[in-house]
């Protein structure tokens, strides 16, 4: 806190740290999808690339945001797996919105992890089909994943210069 730079640089830097990580595991998973039998088209690459740096850098922000305001280890790691489960579980990684009660569709359209799930979707292949059988556009899951980690840079910023 007492270096020469301004506190945005420092919330760049700890979240740009963050995505550079779970870029690299996204990455990973991304490279074995094949295995899975999951195609990988070579022009949809950078849009997948892209929307990964996007979607991690969102939860990056989300996690700084958090880690900033708690004053514990251990009740940051609680909050992160109260909030980062259910934003999974309820993201169309388990199970369609389609065939969810309405009250969880809900809950599901507010999740913008399912938007960028949705974008990801759409560019990759099963048997020739995208993996997304409905859902959001990728453009909009684009959008949605990226207005999602502008708002959580922003409140990281706003969280670190008023403390």
């Known amino acids: 806190m007492v270096a020469p730079l301004s506190r945005l640089t420092l919330v760049l830097g700890k ?10 595991q996204a990455l990973l998973f991304l490279l074995l999808a094949p295995v899975a039998g999951i195609h990988l088209p ?12 996007v979607i991690a ?6 996690g700084f945001l958090l880690a900033w305001m708690l004053d514990s280890t251990q009740g ?3 909050i992160m797996n109260l909030l980062l ?3 999974w579980l309820l993201s169309g990684a388990l199970f369609p919105a389609e065939g969810a009660a309405p009250w969880i569709r809900m809950i ?6 399912t938007y960028g799930l949705a974008s990801l979707q759409h560019h990759l292949l099963v048997n020739g089909h995208p993996l997304a059988a409905g859902g959001a556009s ?11 980690a502008l708002v959580m840079f922003g409140a990281s ?6 403390r």
């Open 15 to 24: 979240i740009l740290g963050g995505t550079t990580l779970a870029f690299g």
């Open 42 to 53: 070579i022009a949809s690459a950078p849009f997948l690339l892209a929307n990964l740096l």
């Open 57 to 62: 850098f969102g939860l990056t922000g989300l």
């Open 76 to 78: 940051f790691h609680a």
């Open 85 to 87: 489960i259910p934003m």
């Open 108 to 113: 599901m359209s507010l999740n913008p992890l």
């Open 138 to 148: 990728d453009a909009t899951g684009f959008f949605v994943s990226l207005g999602f």
């Open 157 to 162: 910023v706003w969280v670190v210069e008023k």
